[in-house]
């Protein structure tokens, strides 16, 4: 790859330098790692993905034949050391097809796709509708039996500790009574954590994590798939908690946001066949839990929103 199109997105540089040492080591070593793994996987990536958050992707990637691939590597976060594992057992399964990897390098060669799902002119009402379906799919990928997958997560209590320990050091970025809220609620989930009612979680199951299919193939029946999964076995109500967390730009511009952010509940309820209260407590949760995380990374533009629309779901 040429060094000069080799660009590091914004979100993508701060996510590695809040990581200290290890992230700044990977930045530098990144242009040696590309060209390694052009040569080893015999591909030739032309030019960086615009967005992302925690890892370089290069879109523009080829193989030998000029089939279109991807280019993946992720930041040396553990938090996300489940993915490649998430992708092996899926096998395209609601999920993204994974051709190869080096879970050394965290650097996976993934198929490519074309648009995320809210680029595409979906109604938010229809995104949710198709997110429903997506995830009903992604939940059949058989949970992980043994080791370290294959423990339950108890999402809400890191949550908790996160928002509170985050509200804190940030210097209270929002209220207290947001705070409050969403800590009433994560006390709430963990109350009803069940881990035999739990799946594989995709983690982060927002519209710009499913991407379109640029042919009809099995696995991919919605005509979208995820990418990008956290993967942890987990509580699926999570996962719609997460589609909910989003659509900040409608919240902000509404007449009666709160109006409208139930209606999105209801119908994530009714389409994902889960709990509507759940559903708004992990939505509100993962509002102000996000809002606090991007600030912290210093992502202040991407994390102001979340917060803001925290204060009117109150």
């Known amino acids: 790859m040429d060094p000069a199109r080799l660009v590091v997105q914004p979100v ?91 879970s050394g390098s965290r650097a996976m060669l993934l198929e490519a796709l074309g648009p995320s799902m809210d680029r595409v002119g979906l109604t938010p009402e229809e995104q949710l509708a198709t997110l429903c379906r997506l995830l009903t799919q992604a939940w059949d990928v058989p949970r992980p039996r043994t080791g370290p997958m294959a423990v339950a997560v108890d999402k809400a209590t890191s949550l908790a500790t996160l928002v509170a320990g985050l509200w804190e050091r940030l210097d209270q970025p929002c209220s207290a009574q947001a705070r409050d809220q969403a800590l009433r609620f994560a006390e709430r989930r963990a109350a009803e954590f069940s881990p035999g009612h739990c799946v594989l979680v995709h983690g982060d199951a927002a519209p710009s994590n499913a991407l379109r299919v640029l042919a009809d193939r ?30 900040c730009a409608q919240i902000l511009s509404a007449r009666e946001p709160v109006a409208l952010t139930r209606n999105y509940c209801r119908l994530l309820a009714r389409d994902g066949g889960l709990d509507e209260q759940a559903i708004w407590e992990w939505g509100y949760l993962e509002r102000v839990s996000t809002g606090l995380y991007a600030t912290a990374m210093g992502a202040h533009e991407l994390g102001r929103p ?3 629309t925290a204060e009117m779901l109150l």
């Open 306 to 308: 979340f917060l803001d």
């Open 218 to 247: 099995q696995g991919a029946e919605t005509g979208f798939v995820f990418v990008d999964p956290d993967g942890f076995v987990g509580d699926p109500a999570y996962d719609l908690g997460v589609a909910l967390r989003d659509w």
């Open 12 to 102: 993508v540089r701060l996510k590695a330098e809040s990581l200290g040492a290890p992230g700044r080591a990977w930045l530098k070593a990144l242009p040696d790692q590309v060209a390694e793994l052009e040569r080893r996987w015999s591909i030739v990536a032309e030019e960086s993905l615009a967005g992302g958050t925690a890892a370089f992707v290069a879109a523009g990637a080829r193989t030998v034949d000029g089939t279109r691939v991807v280019l993946k590597i992720l930041v040396p976060d553990p938090d996300f050391s489940h993915e490649i594992a998430t992708l092996e057992r899926a096998a395209g399964h609601g999920y993204v097809r994974l051709l190869a990897h080096d």
